[in-house]
């Protein structure tokens, strides 16, 4: 069974850093694209950045700049470095992948969510 497992969120103060990453397990023959996105309560989950296999990258308007996504193909993993943290950057994290389980159809992959809070 193919899983993605985060970590890496906590609590940081107003201008701190967090990485955030994420592991893809499971019998697994390859992945596309990965990416990160968040969810606040009530609101759209919304694309953070995200990262083809190729290592072509795009970011949300309001992060650009400031997080760096990146990944290792060998661990099947995805990571987000986040710098200059904002409290409006406060919330629900979620990684995703599009994934090739071996032997089977393709599908879209989603994390259980890493909770960021920042401090004022």
């Known amino acids: 069974q193919v899983q993605l497992v985060e970590s890496g969120g906590g609590l940081v103060q107003a201008g701190g850093s967090l990485r955030l990453s994420c592991v893809a397990s499971?019998?697994?023959?390859?992945?596309?694209?990965m990416g990160w996105y968040r969810q606040a309560p009530g609101k759209q989950r919304e694309l953070v950045a995200t990262?083809?296999?190729?290592?072509?990258?795009n970011y949300a308007p309001s992060v650009k700049g400031r997080f760096t996504i990146s990944r290792d193909n060998g661990k099947n993993a995805v990571y987000l470095q986040m710098n200059s943290l904002k409290p409006e950057d406060t919330t629900v994290y979620f990684c995703?992948?599009?994934?090739?389980?071996?032997?089977?159809?393709?599908?879209?992959?989603w994390g259980q969510g890493t909770q960021v809070l920042v401090s004022s």
């Open positions: 995703n992948a599009f994934i090739w389980p071996t032997g089977r159809a393709p599908d879209d992959y």
């Open positions: 990262i083809t296999s190729g290592g072509s990258t």
């Open positions: 499971g019998s697994i023959f390859s992945i596309d694209n």
